[in-house]
């Protein structure tokens, strides 16, 4: 056993002891999942068997141990995407009211406001699209970053023109439909907070995102200014911050940094240039 204990993930092992106690003296069948440190990486493990010391010989106890870390992964990834929708959902709201007070500000008729606002929603649409269905062609498989950028954030130019609200500057970059997914909810994500906390919050706040190309990666930087003054966030991290470290971790293999100065937000993404081929 306690060769087994050496295996067994930090965070599981007093849990799985706790738990294999309460077999020996609780008659039924038990199962145990927990986490095993494996040099392929992290497996998770289920152990069966029989509890109140059944099977039990001298003091070796018999059990069934399975693989269910495919089990576990799909069960993960579906809380995920549950989590997810209702965290979508909550920002629909947020983005239609924030949308509303953006057309608002320039309408001089209520008929002006309801296109403006009708032209924005209908734009939130279409980077909808192109986030489920992916911007590249059938022809290469493959589309440019500003073109991605431009259908994301054209919800919230502020008159509809480049270079006002939000200015887009990127090398000729291509990115493949997998990756174009990922960098979508990173971006999309970026926007709705800046639009419900950040520079595009206010009248005269700007976002400018500059992308540029290494050999062995993509350099995007987000930045804000002429928004309310910047704090840095005291809570922990929401659900939306922790799926833009999961996107950019795990299906981007690179890193974000987060610089909260006062006069504007200041985000530095790092992809890995393999991973935006897929």
Not at 126 to 147: C, E, I, P, W, Y
Not at 149 to 170: D, K
Request: net charge positive; with cysteine; proline share 2%.
């Amino acid at each position: 056993m306690n060769a087994l204990s050496g295996l067994i993930h930090g965070a599981d092992l007093e849990r799985f002891r706790t738990s294999l106690t309460k077999t020996i003296d609780t008659p039924g069948r038990y199962e145990i999942d927990f986490r095993v440190v494996h040099p392929e990486g992290i497996r998770w493990i289920s152990a069966r068997g029989e509890g109140q010391g059944k099977g039990m010989v001298g003091r070796t106890m018999f059990a069934v141990f399975l693989d269910v870390t495919m089990r576990k992964e799909s069960e993960q990834t579906r809380d995920l995407i549950f989590e997810e929708m209702g965290h979508r959902i909550k920002n629909i709201f947020s983005i239609t009211s924030a949308l509303t007070a953006i057309a608002a500000r320039s309408a001089l008729t209520a008929s002006d406001m309801a296109g403006d606002l009708n032209r924005r929603i209908l734009a939130l649409g279409n980077a909808h699209d192109l986030f489920r269905q992916g911007v590249t062609s059938r022809a290469s498989g493959k589309a440019f970053l500003a073109t991605l950028l431009t259908a994301l954030l054209a919800p919230y130019f502020e008159t509809g023109t480049m270079g006002n609200r939000v200015e887009i500057i990127s090398q000729d970059i291509l990115i493949g439909e997998s990756a174009s997914a990922s960098i979508a909810l990173i971006v999309h994500e970026m926007a709705t907070n800046s639009i419900k906390y950040g520079a595009l919050s206010t009248s005269q706040g700007t976002v400018v995102v500059y992308c540029r190309e290494s050999e062995n990666e993509v350099v995007m930087t987000w930045t804000e200014a002429g928004g309310p003054t910047v704090t840095t966030p005291s809570k922990r991290s929401g659900f939306g911050t922790r799926l833009i470290a999961e996107c950019v971790s795990r299906q981007l293999r690179g890193c974000i940094d987060y610089s909260w100065k006062p006069t504007g937000l200041s985000v530095l993404l790092r992809i890995n240039r393999v991973c935006l081929d897929g």
